[in-house]
T-cell receptor
Framework: GAVVSQHPSRVICKSGTSVKIECRSLDFQATTMFWYRQFPKQSLMLMAT?????????EQGVEKDKFLINHASLTLSTLTVTSAHPEDSSFYIC????????????FGEGSRLTVL | EDQVTQSPEALRLQEGESSSLNCSYT??????LFWYRQDPGKGPEFLFTLYSAGEEKEKERLKATLTKKESFLHITAPKPEDSATYLC?????????????FGTGTLLAVQP
């Protein structure tokens, strides 16, 4: 199946700093990528939809100035958590759909963010 | 409101003891229903997509079925390596392409 890579897998930062998480589709082009957030024992919650070459679409309640998304190429989307606070600590997962394929979304390995 | 409910929350089986996981959904229209497996600290791994009632798909010890209101993930003669959280997600019609709504998952533990 298609491979989606996320980096870093774990990051610990101080409160007030910014953290960038990368999501790459390794063997296919992804016009659309999705960013999810998952709290322990809870569902994956969609944060935003990232479209190559255009602005991301954010879900209701997600601060676009807090969670900056850039989808600069067909294989890379980045999520930057700006001025991180302890409540931003979570598991962030990206997913991507191969161009021309319907339905299947492939997920990255996830990034565990801990804000001290 | 579109909603996905999975049951049970947790399930403990003995190796070889077959069982089923349930995913009930409420959507105005269903574009697709997805099953994923998630290991601790990892992203979800795609298992199946089902599109219409009556459809069934199989992969090794897993079989997914779909009705108009729910989906079942049947696990036949499970092994310890099948232990994971199994997530169900629906893709409603009328929304953004590929927007998925996830259930909270069933944590499966298979004991040797």
């Amino acid at each position: 199946g298609a491979v989606v890579s996320q980096h870093p897998s774990r990051v610990i930062c101080k409160s007030g700093t910014s953290v960038k998480i990368e999501c790459r589709s390794l063997d296919f082009q992804a016009t659309t990528m999705f960013w999810y957030r998952q709290f322990p024992k809870q569902s994956l919650m969609l944060m935003a939809t990232s479209n190559e070459g255009s602005k991301a679409t954010y879900e209701q309640g997600v601060e676009k100035d807090k969670f900056l998304i850039n989808h600069a190429s067909l294989t890379l989307s980045t999520l930057t958590v700006t001025s991180a606070h302890p409540e931003d600590s979570s598991f962030y997962i990206c997913s991507a759909r191969a161009s021309g394929r319907t339905g299947e979304l492939f997920f990255g390995e996830g990034s565990r963010l801990t804000v001290l | 409101e579109d909603q996905v409910t999975q049951s049970p929350e947790a399930l403990r089986l003995q190796e070889g003891e077959s069982s089923s996981l349930n995913c009930s959904y409420t959507v105005s229209g269903l574009r697709g229903l997805f099953w994923y497996r998630q290991d601790p600290g990892k992203g979800p791994e795609f298992l199946f997509t089902l599109y219409s009632a009556g459809e069934e798909k199989e992969k090794e010890r897993l079989k997914a079925t779909l009705t108009k209101k729910e989906s079942f993930l049947h696990i036949t003669a499970p092994k310890p390596e099948d232990s994971a959280t199994y997530l169900c997600a629906v893709q409603p019609t009328g929304g953004a392409t590929n927007k998925l709504i996830f259930g909270t998952g069933t944590l499966l533990a298979v004991q040797p």
